[in-house]
C-alpha cells in the first residue's frame, strides 16, 4: 500500500516563528500536493509539485511556501506563522499525470499558532 | 480551473439510499470524476471513479449522464459508519505538467438511528 507520512501530527507555535511541515511518500510518485482544511472550507490547494524542484502555486499560497528536494520528500514552510495560519495540513501524492491515478493523502498536521 | 460544486450537507437515516451530485459544469474530455470519502482526523480516501455512464464497486455506484456535467455517487442502504464527508473531483490536467488538484467543499452526510 501507498503511504504518505506526515511528520508531526500536531504541532503549537507561537506568532512569527518559522514552522516546517514534512510529508514523505514511499511510492515514487512524481505528484505531491499541500492542502489546508478549514471547518466549511473543504480542501483548499496551496501549493503542488509534479517533479523535483518543480512547484506550482494552488488557490491560497500567500504566507505559504514549499520545497521539494527529492522526489519522496515535499515540505511546507509557513515564513512567518500567523494565529489564521492555525488550521489542519494534509499532503497527499499521486502517481502520474494521467487522469485515473489515485490520490494518496497522509493523517494530516493539527497546527495551533498562538 | 476546474470547479465543482455539492450540497453542504445531506442527513439520512440507516438502511436508506442516499444519492449526492456534484455538478462540474468545464469538465474537459480527458477527466475522470472521481469521489472521495473523508472521516474526521483522517485525510480523504478513494471511493470511486468514473468516465461516464455507470459504475459499480463493493462500497457504491456513480452515475455520470451523457453530457457529463454532473455525476451522482450512489450509497445503498447506509449505516451510521458511512457518517463522512464526501467530495467529487475531477483533475485538472495541466498542460505545462503537473495535475491541478481542487475539491470543493463537500458534502457533509450524517446517517442516524
Known amino acids: 500500500d501507498v503511504k504518505v507520512t506526515q511528520s508531526s501530527r500536531y504541532l503549537v507555535k507561537r506568532t512569527g516563528e518559522k514552522v516546517f511541515l514534512e510529508c514523505v511518500q514511499d511510492?515514487?510518485?512524481?505528484?505531491m500536493f499541500w492542502y489546508r482544511q478549514d471547518p466549511g472550507l473543504g480542501l483548499r490547494l496551496i501549493y503542488f509539485?509534479?517533479?523535483?524542484?518543480?512547484?506550482e502555486k494552488g488557490d491560497i499560497p500567500e504566507g505559504y511556501s514549499v520545497s521539494r528536494e527529492k522526489k519522496e520528500r515535499f515540505s511546507l514552510i509557513l515564513e512567518s506563522a500567523s494565529t489564521n495560519q492555525t488550521s489542519m495540513y494534509l499532503c497527499?501524492?499521486?502517481?502520474?499525470?494521467?487522469?485515473?491515478?489515485?490520490?494518496?493523502f497522509g493523517e494530516g498536521s493539527w497546527l495551533t499558532v498562538v | 480551473l476546474a470547479k465543482t460544486t455539492q450540497p453542504i450537507s445531506m442527513d439520512s437515516y440507516e438502511g436508506q439510499e442516499v444519492n449526492i451530485t456534484c455538478s462540474h459544469n468545464?469538465?474537459?474530455?480527458?477527466?475522470?470524476i472521481t469521489w472521495y470519502q473523508q472521516f474526521p482526523s483522517q485525510g480523504p480516501r478513494f471511493i470511486i471513479q468514473?468516465?461516464?455512464t455507470k459504475v459499480t464497486n463493493e462500497v457504491a455506484s456513480l452515475f455520470i449522464p451523457a453530457d457529463r456535467k454532473s455525476s451522482t455517487l450512489s450509497l445503498p442502504r447506509v449505516s451510521l459508519s458511512d457518517t463522512a464527508v464526501y467530495y467529487c473531483?475531477?483533475?485538472?490536467?495541466?498542460?505545462?505538467?503537473?495535475?491541478?488538484?481542487?475539491f470543493g467543499t463537500g458534502t457533509q452526510l450524517k446517517v442516524e438511528l
Open positions: 497527499a501524492s499521486k502517481l502520474g499525470q494521467g487522469p485515473i491515478d489515485t490520490i494518496y
Open positions: 511510492m515514487d510518485h512524481e505528484n
Open positions: 509539485s509534479y517533479d523535483v524542484k518543480m512547484k
Open positions: 468545464n469538465i474537459a474530455t480527458n477527466d475522470y
Open positions: 468514473g468516465y461516464k
Open positions: 473531483l475531477h483533475p485538472l490536467i495541466l498542460t505545462g505538467g503537473g495535475n491541478k488538484l481542487t
